[in-house]
């Protein structure tokens, strides 16, 4: 039997895959989870006890938590990157880097073919079809519910006529974690004037009143809230989910430009995100120049269309790095957050590099550092250009 990769979440997709590649495709499969971060121990026992029920070969486990860290999440922190202005790139960015780690995997066991559960419609085929033709193009990619053109209800039904039960209930939604934030799909998303249902959100809403905390920053990243100090900014992002998270804080729906050409909806649940990039955002505020923060948001703009259209591997991306990481020397402080059920504040910040020390003047006050003739003779420079085109175009 020829040896098939299949990237595995537990899902009825990869449920699916993991049935037909062997029943249908008569394949051995090894089935392989890259845990990013959104998987807790018991979650791993169960979808690889799963695994092994629908008969797969090998049941593996790739931990690239830390490498995704260190490779993607600092980087769209140091860059303040929503998509669209909206979403934190949750899901989106971990497939690229799921399937370096899947390629790897499939060079080191000899393996003909790698698989996935992507459909034909969404970005996920593109995003690991790409990263597999650039590492591995003498492995052939499977993409059985694409090829097939399966609904869900299809796969459910499939998944019966070989004996396995599925939770009806639970599979009209796609959600996927990650340390990043926690997508969620359903029939809701497929339309443009549906919200999805409190009872979608793997978090139930469960706060009342409000709560302030307080990020600290050190060069960017965060590694302390409150009085406690973590050992990596990965422990402070779990730690801030797990605070956020019944506050029902960071749930929206993102709309936008699919990579293949279509507008797509999904929602998401990411409060550890999107407070962070938040707080982070007015921290630079404080502590960056005018200048700096403008190039930063230009370049925020490519880095997260890039990142979300799976070009992680072209090398204009570690020149965007490279940049957000030389701002970030100072931006250390403290940012005080206010919680509230759905929302947060951000009220303020404490930094040793704050750019608006009352030495200099307080805006709207008084200034330390000009005189009223300065300001005169400033204003009068600084709309001559203007003025002498109006003068000639007096009639526009």
Known sequence: MEKVVLAYSGGLD????????????KLEVHAVLV????????????????AYALGVCSFHVLDQEQQYYENCVKHLVFGNVLKNSTYPLSVSSER?????ALAQHALSLGAKYIAHGSTGAGNDQVRFDSIFHILIPSIEILTPIRDLKLSRNEEIAFLESHGFEMNFEKSQYSINKGLWGTSVGGKQTLTSNEA???????????????????????????????DQKFESPIEAIKFLSALVQPFGIGRDTHVGDT??????????EAGAPLLILKAHHLLEKHTLTKNQLLIKDQLSLQYGNFL?????????????????SS???????????????????LIGVESPNDLMASEFGSYGEMNNAWSERDVKGFSKIYSNALSIYHQIHKNE
Not at 96 to 100: D, I, K, P, V
Not at 198 to 224: C, D, H, M
Request: glycine content about 8%; proline content about 5%; charged content about 20%.
């Open 14 to 25: 990869t449920s699916f895959c993991a049935v037909y590649l062997s029943k249908v495709l």
């Open 35 to 50: 845990n990013l971060g959104g998987f807790s121990k018991e979650e791993l026992e169960s979808t690889e006890a799963r």
């Open 96 to 100: 690229s880097f799921q399937a370096r």
């Open 196 to 226: 999805l249902p409190e009872s979608a959100y793997p978090t139930p809403v469960s706060r009342v009143g409000s709560q302030v905390v307080i990020l600290n920053f050190e060069k960017g990243e965060l590694w302390q809230i409150d």
């Open 259 to 268: 990579i293949i050409g279509i507008k797509g909806r999904v929602s998401f």
């Open 308 to 324: 979300h259209d799976g070009l992680v591997l072209d090398p204009v991306m570690r020149s965007i790095e490279a940049l957000f």
């Open 327 to 345: 701002t970030q020397e100072k931006v250390s402080g403290k940012v005080t957050v206010e919680l509230h059920p759905y929302y947060f504040s």
